[in-house]
């Protein structure tokens, strides 16, 4: 199944509302494969005239611009010699200071995909928006003018519109659609303001831009102090030519850098007014913060006031060195060839090139190492504590246990053709979900081809998700007789440690499609943005803007790539509870769908708000607030519901977190630290994790402790 980012609504003549209702049609093309498609049309600018001279180019989903022309005096234009596929189309009037998107779109996100078969022509007409003028200047507190680069949003979903460089003259002039934007000045290079004097999106000013209308933009340079100071080696020397950064950690973001002199002095103008942490890039790699820490959020932190120099002076910290050694927890026997990275501080990371691996010039202090080999046998070893002495180096042997691992090979069932496709795992006694932009196991091909090594796994029972990154051929749960869409009918394939085994052979089959339309179960409005998958995807993965498929503006969608088999359907919105076809809270309850082989099946839905709330805070056993990644789990599947907060991060001070519109279920909460470690509430594992209840209209409130 070929992963497209960003699907929007489908201009296709097959999609139409009868076809949405369910009836089946082929999805072949009635043309052979050419390659000589064509995109033509006519411009208009907003009063209906043609609009000469304007840019117009079609890009494909990944935004490659395999098109582009000028329009004509008559405001036609063409787009020869294209592939079949789906494409965007833009354009920019001449002399114009924004891409508009067909059609009479601001932003790609919103914009219609043109789906194009092969020799085919496709008039898209289009006309440009209403715009007006923005003028304005960007002034110095003491009414010189100041030099930025600005950047233009959209007020609704901080969309970029388009951006122009403010000269040394601090004039600006830009032409825009009708519409509300905000602006952000990127102020000498040095940091960013926001219109209305602000230090973010979320608070920045509107301002209006209306037809007929000149709008006027007076903007002053908010207040700015310093940071500077020296800096020492540990024998006292000065420490020359190295980088500095002064960051606003809990602010917005706010910094700056420079490198140090010949005499360790250094100097950051420009940072906005507020508390800021400093950091040095060390020997190694490793950053040290003022003072003397290695850990960025225990840094000491130093108040930057208007036009005042703040001191930070710093010394760094004596060095040591470690030395990794390896060896098979099983036979003993030393390993080669392994990699090791640091968990608690950037870039301390190196591979072994025989059977030890040496770190030098490591400031003294503990790291946490973990180690791994790519072996497809050897499973890593995480979170191995060292300390570094002053001018000593510390040796630890690492024991490292056999795990397991899967050969695969797929090839199409009509014919016998190898499959270049990717196969992942799931293990039945883990909660399950689906990346489809994560790790795949081809990234090392097998012996033969068409095959796939699969490990190391942990000892266990596992299925296999055989994906053929094609449309032509069908994703597939592996079955023990071909494929399935059932996950629960999938093979089961147990293994111990040290096993190698291999799977039978893949056989994929000839692809269909889901289509359908989600709409408000209240108001029967279409609802777009809506993630759609026939597998239960990851935590937190659907709703961070990568979704494989998506509903349109009218609400379709489109899954191509899909196995002939009965398969249940997610539907997936931050707004929305989260529900699977059949309006069923979790896949077991899920009404499958069954998709032919070359033409589709329909899997409409209601989409309802509501539900239940959890919230609750994140703190640790003698109550100091923690940063966590916190996530719902339906208690039956093992699979993952909304996570928290609202905008799908960590847990924000004062470390509280809020998951809404969860559907009425038992649920099984999970936790994950910024440095990887991870939990359940109540229990080790899935399994033995304490249940609870989510009501509707009711708020759960459960206190995360976390080690």
Not at 26 to 39: D, L, Q, R
Not at 138 to 143: A, S, T
Not at 364 to 376: A, K, Q
Not at 549 to 564: E, L
């Amino acid at each position: 199944m070929r992963k497209h980012g960003l699907r929007r609504a489908l201009l296709h003549a097959a999609v139409t509302a009868a076809t949405i209702a369910g009836a089946a049609v082929s999805t072949t093309p009635a043309y052979a494969e050419t390659g000589t498609s064509v995109i033509t049309g006519h411009l208009a600018d907003a009063n209906g005239n043609p609009a000469v001279g304007a840019d117009v180019w079609a890009q494909t989903w990944n935004m490659s611009t395999p098109a582009a022309t000028t329009t004509d005096a008559n405001g036609a234009y063409t787009l020869p010699d294209l592939p079949a596929g789906e494409y965007q189309v833009s354009y920019r009037a001449s002399g114009g200071s924004f891409t508009q998107w067909a059609h009479q779109k601001l932003t790609y996100a919103d914009s219609d995909v043109i789906i194009v078969g092969a020799g085919a022509t496709v008039v898209v007409d289009d006309r440009l928006l209403p715009t007006a003028t923005i003028s304005g200047s960007l002034l110095n507190r003491d009414g010189t003018p100041a030099w930025a680069y600005l950047t233009v949003f959209d007020s609704a979903a901080q969309n970029y519109i388009t951006s122009v460089s403010v000269p040394s003259s601090g004039a600006f002039t830009l032409e825009l659609p009708v519409g509300s934007y905000k602006l952000n000045y990127r102020v000498r290079d040095a940091f960013d303001q926001w219109s209305g004097g602000k230090t973010s999106y979320e608070t920045a000013v509107p301002v209006e831009v209306i037809a007929g209308q000149a709008v006027q933009v007076v903007e002053t340079v908010l207040p700015t102090g310093s940071v500077g100071g020296q800096l020492t080696n540990a024998d006292g020397s000065p420490a020359a030519n190295v980088g500095v950064i002064a960051n606003q950690p809990d602010g917005n973001g706010s910094q700056g850098w420079t490198t140090t002199g010949a005499d360790g002095r250094y100097r950051i103008d420009d940072l906005l007014l507020g508390v800021y942490v400093v950091a040095f890039a060390g020997p190694a790699g490793v950053t040290q913060y003022a003072h003397g820490r290695l850990d960025s959020a225990a840094a000491d932190r130093f108040t930057v006031t208007d036009g005042k120099l703040t001191t930070v002076d710093e010394t760094f910290l004596p060095t040591g060195a470690i030395r990794i050694v390896a060896h098979d927890a099983t036979t003993g026997e030393p390993l080669e060839n392994f990699c090791v990275w640091a968990t608690n501080t950037d870039n301390v990371r190196g591979c072994a090139t025989g059977v030890e691996l040496l770190i030098a010039d490591l400031f003294v202090g503990t790291y946490t190492l973990n180690v791994n080999i790519d072996d497809h046998l050897h499973l890593t070893v995480p979170y191995v504590p060292v300390t570094v002495a002053a001018g000593q180096t510390a040796t630890i042997d690492v024991a490292m246990r056999q795990g397991a691992s899967i050969t695969a090979t797929m090839v199409s069932r009509d014919g016998g053709i190898a499959v270049n496709g990717c196969v992942g795992v799931a293990n039945i006694s883990q909660p399950y979900g689906y990346d489809p932009y994560g790790f795949c196991s081809d990234e090392r091909p097998g012996p033969t081809p068409g095959s796939v090594v699969i490990g190391p796994l942990e000892p266990g029972t596992y299925q296999l998700l055989a994906d053929p990154r094609s449309d032509t051929l069908g994703l597939q749960w592996v079955g023990a007789a071909g494929g399935t869409g059932d996950r629960d009918a999938a093979q089961r394939f147990t293994v111990a440690s040290g096993d190698r085994i291999t799977a039978p052979t893949i056989q994929f089959d000839r692809a269909g499609t889901v289509r359908g339309k989600v709409t408000d179960v209240n108001t029967g409005a279409p609802v777009a943005r809506v993630c759609v998958s026939v597998v239960a995807l990851s935590q937190g993965f659907a709703p961070q803007g990568g979704c494989g498929f998506w509903t349109g503006a009218d609400g379709t969608y489109s899954i191509p790539g899909v196995g002939p088999y009965a398969w249940p359907v997610q539907f997936i919105e931050r707004g929305y509870q989260w529900r699977w076809s059949g309006n069923a809270v979790n896949r077991h309850e899920a009404t499958m769908v069954t998709v032919p082989a070359g033409k589709y099946a329909a899997a409409n839905i209601k989409l309802r708000t509501g539900g239940g709330t959890l919230t609750g805070t994140v703190h640790d056993a003698a109550g100091n607030p923690r940063n966590a990644f916190v996530v719902a789990y339906d208690a039956l599947s093992g699979e993952a519901l909304h996570s928290g907060d609202s905008n799908n991060q960590y847990s924000n001070p004062p470390m509280t977190f809020t998951i809404p519109n969860i559907a009425p279920q038992q649920i099984k909460i999970f936790y994950q630290l910024p440095d990887g470690r991870s939990g359940w509430l109540g229990g080790a594992d899935l399994a033995h994790a304490q249940t609870y209840q989510i009501r509707n209209n009711r708020t759960l409130t459960v206190d995360v402790i976390v080690p």
